[in-house]
C-alpha cells in the first residue's frame, strides 16, 4: 500500500529553527509538495520538490532524497503565526496525490 | 489571486437528507477535487474532475455523488446525510500537469454536521 509517515505533532521555541520529517511509500514518484494549515483554515502551498536536493523559499526550506524516500521541511526564525499544521503530499505513479496525516507545531514563546 | 470559494463555512443537517456543497474557482482551472478531513486521517479525496461533465471516484466516494456541469463549479452531494459524514469538506482546484506536477489551491472548507 501506499504510506505517509509524518511526526504527529512537534513543539519549538520562537526565534528557534525546526525540522518536520516526512518519509513516503508510494507507487513511483512525480514530486512532493508541502502545505501549511492554520487551525480551522485551508491548506496553502508552500512547496514542491521533484529533484533531490535543497529548495530554500525565504525562512522556508524544503529537502528531497528520493533514494531515501524522504523529505523534510525547515523553518527558521521561528514566529508565533508559524503556529499551524504541516502537510506532506506525494504524487505517486499515476498522477495521484497521496496525503500525510500532517504535523502539529506548536510554537512557544 | 486564486480563489476557490466554498458557498457554506458552517452546515449542520439531519439524518437521511440530501445535501449540496457547492465550491466555485475563478482561475480557469480544468481540475477540481472534494476531500473530507478528519483528525489523525488527513486528507482523504472523495471525487475529482479533469473535466466538464467528468467525474473520477476517489477513494472513499460511497454515499456521495458529483456534479460538473461548468469549468468552474464542483458539486458535492450527499445523497442521504449520515453521522459518519460529519466532517470538514475541502474543494481544490488545479492546472492541468503539462509534465510538471501543479499545486493544488484550497477553498476555506464547509465544517458540515449531521445530527
Known amino acids: 500500500g501506499q504510506n505517509i509517515d509524518q511526526p504527529t505533532e512537534m513543539t519549538a521555541t520562537e526565534g528557534a529553527i525546526v525540522q518536520i520529517n516526512c518519509t513516503y511509500q508510494?507507487?513511483?514518484?512525480?514530486?512532493l509538495f508541502w502545505y501549511q494549515q492554520h487551525a480551522g483554515e485551508a491548506p496553502t502551498f508552500l512547496s514542491y520538490?521533484?529533484l533531490d536536493g535543497l529548495e530554500e523559499k525565504g525562512r522556508f526550506s524544503s529537502f528531497l532524497s528520493r533514494s531515501k524516500g524522504y523529505s523534510y521541511l525547515l523553518l527558521k526564525e521561528l514566529q508565533m503565526k508559524d503556529s499551524a499544521s504541516y502537510l506532506c503530499?506525494?504524487?505517486?505513479?499515476?498522477?495521484?496525490?497521496?496525503w500525510g496525516a500532517g504535523t502539529k507545531l506548536i510554537i512557544k514563546p | 489571486d486564486v480563489k476557490v470559494t466554498q458557498s457554506s463555512r458552517y452546515l449542520v443537517k439531519r439524518t437521511g437528507e440530501k445535501v449540496f456543497l457547492e465550491c466555485v474557482q475563478d482561475?480557469?482551472?480544468?481540475?477540481m477535487f472534494w476531500y473530507r478531513q478528519d483528525p489523525g486521517l488527513g486528507l482523504r479525496l472523495i471525487y475529482f474532475?479533469?473535466?466538464?461533465?467528468?467525474?473520477e471516484k476517489g477513494d472513499i466516494p460511497e454515499g456521495y455523488s458529483v456534479s460538473r456541469e461548468k469549468k468552474e463549479r464542483f458539486s458535492l452531494i450527499l445523497e442521504s446525510a449520515s453521522t459518519n459524514q460529519t466532517s470538514m469538506y475541502l474543494c481544490?482546484?488545479?492546472?492541468?500537469?503539462?509534465?510538471?506536477?501543479?499545486?493544488?489551491?484550497f477553498g476555506d472548507g464547509t465544517r458540515l454536521s449531521i445530527l
Open positions: 481544490a482546484s488545479s492546472l492541468l500537469s503539462g509534465g510538471e506536477s501543479q499545486p493544488q489551491h
Open positions: 482561475m480557469d482551472h480544468e481540475n
Open positions: 474532475s479533469y473535466d466538464v461533465k467528468m467525474k
Open positions: 508510494t507507487s513511483g514518484f512525480n514530486g
Open positions: 520538490n521533484v
Open positions: 503530499a506525494v504524487i505517486d505513479s499515476n498522477y495521484q496525490l497521496i
